[in-house]
Structure formats: structure tokens, C-alpha cells
Nanobody
Framework: VQLQASGGGVVQPGGSLRLSCAAS????????IGWFRQAPGKEREGVSC????????AYGDSVRGRFTISRDNAKNTVYLQMNSLKPEDTAVYYC????????????????????WGQGTQVTVSS
């Protein structure tokens, strides 16, 4: 499975962006999808996750209430709607696909993500 993240850009504080993670070479419906981000000089941070059927979602503390993850398995795409963006949201955002060893109702641990897309840059600046 190849993943392609897109939708990044430059936005003012308080603005919104929607990231997309599209798959090719396979289907996403057997995978949980996670979004991660990494800012310069910082460690990679988990942003959000959605299980393969979309019934379970999870968010990092720094984005909860502002970001929403969703998926359209028919389109083989997962989305990350980002609202009320802050300068500290500036980072390269990556999507990844994996399967939790606890089953499909759980988001995978970091080491369980097998496929990673290239990143898309999000810059929040006035």
C-alpha cells in the first residue's frame, strides 16, 4: 500500500485546512490510519487515529476539540479536518497505515504502523 498525504499549505492562525491521505496499490479498509506530525527540532507526535471501520477515533491532547479525523473507504481516503489552527500546529504531517495487535477496534501502537506516506507541510503564520 502506498499512501499519499496532501492538503497542506500556509494558513493564518484561526484558519482551517483539510488534509487527505489517499491509498494506491491496495485498499485501506483493513487498516487503521494514523496522522502524525513533526516540527523542526522536535520529536514526531501522534495527532489522531481512526480504526478501519471508523468506529473508534483518538486524538492527541494538543489537537482534541480542534481536529477531526474521518474516512471514506469507498474512496480509499482518510481525512484530517483541522480547525482553529495555531502557530504551534506548524509541522510536516504524515499519514500511516497499520493494524493493532489487540484487534481492529484499537488504534495501533507506533511500531505497528507498517506503511507511511510522504509528508505534507502545514504552516500556520500571520
Amino acid at each position: 500500500v502506498q499512501l499519499q498525504a496532501s492538503g497542506g499549505g500556509v494558513v493564518q492562525p484561526g484558519g482551517s485546512l483539510r488534509l487527505s491521505c489517499a491509498a494506491s496499490g491496495g485498499t485501506l479498509d483493513t487498516y487503521a490510519i494514523g496522522w502524525f506530525r513533526q516540527a523542526p527540532g522536535k520529536e514526531r507526535e501522534g495527532v489522531s487515529c481512526i480504526t478501519n471501520n471508523g468506529r473508534t477515533t483518538a486524538y492527541g491532547d494538543s489537537v482534541r476539540g480542534r481536529f477531526t479525523i474521518s474516512r471514506d473507504n469507498a474512496k480509499n481516503t482518510v481525512y484530517l479536518q483541522m480547525n482553529s489552527l495555531k502557530p504551534e500546529d506548524t509541522a510536516v504531517y504524515y499519514c500511516a497505515a497499520g493494524v493493532s495487535g489487540y484487534g481492529s477496534s484499537w488504534c495501533p501502537a507506533l511500531h505497528e504502523y507498517d506503511y507511511w506516506g510522504q509528508g505534507t507541510q502545514v504552516t500556520v503564520s500571520s
